[in-house]
């Protein structure tokens, strides 16, 4: 088995504003209505999967010798922000339900375009981690 370490740094900044540099990459988390400098952690969580899906999508093209001329990734993140402000709720913190609509551009039957967009959610690791839930330890420096 290969494995590999993904390692990001992140740091507060002004206001509510949190960055990284990723391999040479800015990165800006913000809130809306503050300084608008990036997206929310939510829309980013929602973002990174969908461009995970787009690059696997890409990945698995490249395998199968398909021409892939688009794949777009329409995300829906829904949840209950009571727990994150701090209520009481009996819902999860987090997203409860997250749905996607994947367009792609691709000369195939509606059987192989599902079978493909199939193959490409479940060899997506970030899929996969909300599928199946990776342990996460916390700590404190």
Do not use: Y
Request: charged share 25%; glycine share 8%.
């Amino acid at each position: 088995m290969v494995q590999k370490v993904v390692e990001v740094m992140t740091h507060m900044t002004d206001g509510w504003k949190v960055t990284a540099n990723v391999r040479g990459h800015e990165l800006v988390i913000d809130q809306p209505g503050v300084d608008e400098a990036g997206a929310n952690p939510l829309e980013t969580f929602l973002f990174s999967l969908g461009g995970c899906i787009s690059s696997i999508a890409r990945m698995v093209a490249r395998e199968q010798k398909i021409d892939l001329k688009k794949c777009d990734v329409k995300i829906q993140g829904i949840l209950d922000t009571a727990g994150l402000l701090g209520q009481e709720t009996a819902e999860p913190i987090g997203f409860k339900q997250i749905n996607l609509t994947i367009s792609v551009d691709v000369d195939l039957s509606a059987d192989k375009k599902k079978a493909f967009i199939d193959l490409v959610c479940h060899r997506c690791p970030i899929h996969d981690n909300l599928i199946n839930v990776a342990l996460v330890n916390h700590s404190l420096k």
